[in-house]
Each structure stands twice: as structure tokens, then as C-alpha cells.
Nanobody, 123 residues
Framework: VQLQASGGGLVQAGGSLRLSCAASGRTFSAYVMGWFRQAPGKEREFIATISRAGGSRYYTDSVKGRATISRDDARSTVYLQMNSLKPEDTAVYYC?????????????????WGQGTLVTVSS
């Protein structure tokens, strides 16, 4: 499956962004989807994941209450809505697809990765 992330940009602290990740090539509904991010000089970290049917979602503590992951299987797209953005949210955001039967929070659980979209939050 090929993934194309979009929606990043420059936003002021307190603002919002919706990231999108469009999939092609395989049956989108068969994949667990996740969002990760990588800040300059730091390792890639888990942000959010959603199950194949969309019934289960999980977030890292730093974005709980500010982020919502969702999926539209008809459009083969996963979204990440980020609100109340902080300068520490600045990073390249990556979407990923995994074939596991459960939601995953580690990089190794995802076999397919998008190219990343840059989010910059100014103070």
C-alpha cells in the first residue's frame, strides 16, 4: 500500500490542523492505521492509532484531549485532527499502515509509511 500524507503547515500556538493520509494500492480497510511524528534531533514517536474497523483508538499522553484520529474507508484516507497546538508539536508527521490484528504503538508494527508532512507551530 502507498501512503501520501498532507495537510501540514505553519500554524500559531493554539491553532488547529487536520492532517490527511491517502492510501492506494491495497484494501485500505484491512490495515490498522497510525500517526507518528519526528521532531528535529529526536526519534520518531507514536501519536495515535485506529483499528481496522475504527472502533478502537489510542493516543499518546502528550496529545490526549487535543488529537482525534479517524478513518474513511470509502475514501481510503486516515485523518489526524490536532487542536490547541503547541510549539513542541513541531515535527514531521508520518502516517503508517500495519497488518496486525490489533492497534499498535511501535514503529515495528507498521510495514508501510508515508513520506511525512511538516507541521510547524510558532509561539
Amino acid at each position: 500500500v502507498q501512503l501520501q500524507a498532507s495537510g501540514g503547515g505553519l500554524v500559531q500556538a493554539g491553532g488547529s490542523l487536520r492532517l490527511s493520509c491517502a492510501a492506494s494500492g491495497r484494501t485500505f480497510s484491512a490495515y490498522v492505521m497510525g500517526w507518528f511524528r519526528q521532531a528535529p534531533g529526536k526519534e520518531r514517536e507514536f501519536i495515535a492509532t485506529i483499528s481496522r474497523a475504527g472502533g478502537s483508538r489510542y493516543y499518546t499522553d502528550s496529545v490526549k484531549g487535543r488529537a482525534t484520529i479517524s478513518r474513511d474507508d470509502a475514501r481510503s484516507t486516515v485523518y489526524l485532527q490536532m487542536n490547541s497546538l503547541k510549539p513542541e508539536d513541531t515535527a514531521v508527521y508520518y502516517c503508517a499502515a500495519g497488518s496486525t490484528s490489533h492497534i499498535g504503538t511501535t514503529l515495528k508494527e507498521y510495514a508501510y509509511w508515508g513520506q511525512g508532512t511538516l507541521v510547524t507551530v510558532s509561539s
